[in-house]
């Protein structure tokens, strides 16, 4: 490492951009879930369903997500293996709109736990990112224990 330079780990920004990323599909997913069945009620299309559920980070690497320990690997993985069952659901499925919304629930409680155990695992997106850098001892100074003096 060339003195005076700190090189950057990876590990908090992939972690902080998976985080963002799955919190945006959660909040989109909440906010949107009862009308995008009744758009698909209506109109008999599944975009409005899917897109809801869009990734936004969709083109990650094995490089970017090797640089996670795998507890957290294993982590992601079933978030977004849940998103994906649920993309495949609706993207195939012959169901009637009020099964849609019926199997939903089920997806939903799936989805929600996957994801809280994406961000215990992992954290929460934060607003702020903190920098991280590797620090190197340089010398480690100890601390002797004073010796009392005798009163007199």
């Known amino acids: 490492m060339a003195a ?23 909040a989109r997913y909440a906010a949107r879930q009862d009308s995008m069945v009744g758009l698909f009620s209506r109109h008999r299309d599944r975009e409005p369903m899917l897109s809801v559920l869009d990734t936004w980070f969709d083109t990650i690497t094995f490089t970017e997500l090797s640089v996670l320990e795998p507890v957290e690997q294993k982590a992601v993985n079933r978030f977004y293996e849940a998103l994906g069952e649920l993309r495949w659901y609706l993207a195939y499925t012959e169901d009637m709109p009020g099964q849609v919304q019926t199997r939903l629930g089920g997806f939903s409680r799936r989805l929600d736990a996957a994801f809280r155990e994406l961000v215990a ?5 934060e607003a702020d990112g903190a920098r991280i850098v590797e620090v190197q001892v340089v010398s480690k100074v100890t601390k002797q224990p004073r010796k009392s003096r005798a009163r007199r």
């Open 121 to 125: 695992t992992i954290g929460p997106p």
């Open 4 to 26: 005076g330079r700190a090189r950057l780990d990876p590990a908090p920004r992939v972690r902080h951009l998976l985080a963002l990323d799955a919190s945006n599909v959660m």
